[in-house]
Structures are given as structure tokens and as C-alpha cells.
């Protein structure tokens, strides 16, 4: 049985500071990788770029980290990562869940701005992990984009309406 955790937006704080190092670190050796720390923050400074991260309250390192660019009316999944030894206990799923809750509460930062309609995000053709848990959330394949990535895999591109 896994502790709730609690999911919280990133907020520059040396404590946050601190969590982002250390999960970035580790993110680094996933296939392909990610952005290292320094491009994380230097995206943070657009405000469309919301990080959010989830950790438990016995512990002090985050558990998962999402990023995310938060547009007019839809929002791309930039990345979503677990620590790996916290793999297959529904903390991919419950940072997506409470992503989405997000997503339906919070207009953007534009005056006037709706909650987002949308839900985008591109994953590695290869990633059968990543690709089983959106497909679990209803998200729908819109297509594949050929050698999307640095390194000559295809991208697999999904959508999901963000109140299913
Ligand atoms: C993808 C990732 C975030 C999933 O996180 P997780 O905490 O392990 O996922 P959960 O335990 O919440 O599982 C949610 C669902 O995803 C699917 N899933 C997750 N891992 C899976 C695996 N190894 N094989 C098959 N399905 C898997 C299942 O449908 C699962 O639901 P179920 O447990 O009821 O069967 C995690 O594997 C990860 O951090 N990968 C590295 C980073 C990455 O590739 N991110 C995506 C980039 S686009």
C-alpha cells in the first residue's frame, strides 16, 4: 500500500531547488534522457511552464516530477517521471489523475484565460511503460511523427479531452 502523497507546484524555494537537482539527476539515465537541471529552470522562467512534483509525507525527496507547458487552451506533457525503485505503485497514475484535476481547475496566466481543454504530449515510440499507462487514461494516438527525437526514434503523439 503506498503513503499518499501530496502533489504540489514547484515554487523556486531552496527546498524545491534542491528536490529538481536531485530527481534531474536521475532522470538522466533514462533511455534517451531528458533536460538536464539548468534547462528545466531556464523553461521554468516562461510562466506557461508549470513543475510539479509528488513526494510523501514521511520523506523528503520527491517521488515523481511533471512538467508541463500550460497554453490558451490546451497543455503539453513535457515529461513525467518516477524514481525507479517507486515503479507499479500507482505513482505515475496518481500524478497524472491529480494533473488533470489541475489542468480542469486552473485557468492560465492570460487574463481571462478557460481551464484547458486538452491534454497533448509526445512519447518514444519504444516506451512501452509510458504508452500503456496514457492509453489506460483514454488518451487517443493522433499520430506518429517520423524520427522526432535527437537520436532517430519516432515520436507517438496523444490527445485526451482533460474532463474524459
Ligand atoms: C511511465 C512512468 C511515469 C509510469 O509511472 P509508474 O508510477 O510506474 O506508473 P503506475 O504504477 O502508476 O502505473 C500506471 C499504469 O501505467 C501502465 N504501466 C506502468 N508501467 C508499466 C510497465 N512497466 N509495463 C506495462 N504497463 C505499465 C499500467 O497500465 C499501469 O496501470 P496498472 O498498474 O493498473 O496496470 C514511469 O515508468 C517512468 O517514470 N518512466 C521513465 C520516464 C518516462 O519514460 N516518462 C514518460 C516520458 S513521455
Same mark, same amino acid.
Given at each position: 500500500m503506498v503513503e499518499s502523497s501530496t502533489f504540489e507546484i514547484y515554487r523556486k524555494t531552496p527546498e524545491h531547488v534542491a528536490g529538481l537537482r536531485e530527481i534531474s539527476a536521475l532522470w538522466r539515465? *533514462?533511455?534517451g534522457g531528458f533536460w538536464t537541471f539548468d534547462q528545466v529552470i531556464g523553461a521554468l522562467q516562461r510562466p506557461a511552464v508549470k513543475l510539479f512534483f509528488t513526494s510523501a509525507p514521511? *520523506?523528503?525527496?520527491?517521488?515523481a516530477a511533471v512538467l508541463a507547458d500550460v497554453g490558451p487552451y490546451s497543455a503539453d506533457l513535457l515529461y513525467i517521471y518516477v524514481r525507479p525503485e517507486l515503479r507499479r505503485t500507482g505513482i505515475g497514475r496518481n500524478a497524472m489523475e491529480n494533473l488533470f484535476t489541475w489542468l480542469s481547475n486552473n485557468p492560465g496566466d492570460q487574463p481571462g484565460s478557460a481551464p484547458k481543454e486538452e491534454l497533448l504530449l509526445e512519447v518514444r515510440l519504444s516506451n512501452k511503460p509510458a504508452i500503456a499507462m496514457y492509453e489506460s487514461f483514454g488518451m487517443s494516438r493522433v499520430c506518429v511523427r517520423k524520427?522526432?527525437?535527437?537520436?532517430g526514434e519516432d515520436g507517438l503523439v496523444f490527445k485526451r479531452k482533460v474532463k474524459a
Open positions: 539515465h *533514462e533511455p514521511s *520523506e523528503n525527496r520527491w517521488q524520427r522526432y527525437y535527437a537520436d
